[in-house]
């Protein structure tokens, strides 16, 4: 389903990678794995603070996805 997303990061895409993100966040604003990619992309991207946002908005959606666990540290 985001095959096009794996391979942006498996590459180090991460410019791409959020763009591609940010389109499917505007028809998916809950998707938790999305969020939590974007945390992932944003955090590889120094960008702390706003990677922290998203990984919020993820675990407001679903606490226990295991993804987010793993992004998180959890």
Same mark, same amino acid.
């Given at each position: 389903?985001?095959?096009? =997303?794996?391979?942006? !990061?498996?590459? %180090?895409? /991460?410019k791409k #990678? *959020?763009?591609?993100?940010? *389109?499917?966040?505007s028809?998916? $604003?809950d998707?938790? /794995? +999305? =969020? @939590?990619?974007? #945390?992932?992309v +944003?955090?590889?991207?120094?960008k702390m603070? =706003?990677? !922290?946002? /998203? #990984? @919020?908005?993820?675990? @407001?959606?679903?606490?226990?996805? $295991? =993804? +987010? +666990? /793993?992004? @998180? %540290? *959890?």
């Amino acid at each position: 389903m985001y095959e096009k =997303l794996i391979e942006y !990061l498996e590459h %180090g895409q /991460y410019k791409k #990678a *959020k763009v591609y993100i940010e *389109k499917e966040l505007s028809d998916s $604003p809950d998707n938790v /794995y +999305l =969020l @939590t990619q974007m #945390a992932f992309v +944003l955090w590889k991207q120094k960008k702390m603070e =706003l990677a !922290l946002e /998203y #990984a @919020t908005m993820a675990e @407001t959606v679903d606490a226990d996805d $295991p =993804l +987010l +666990l /793993y992004t @998180t %540290g *959890k």
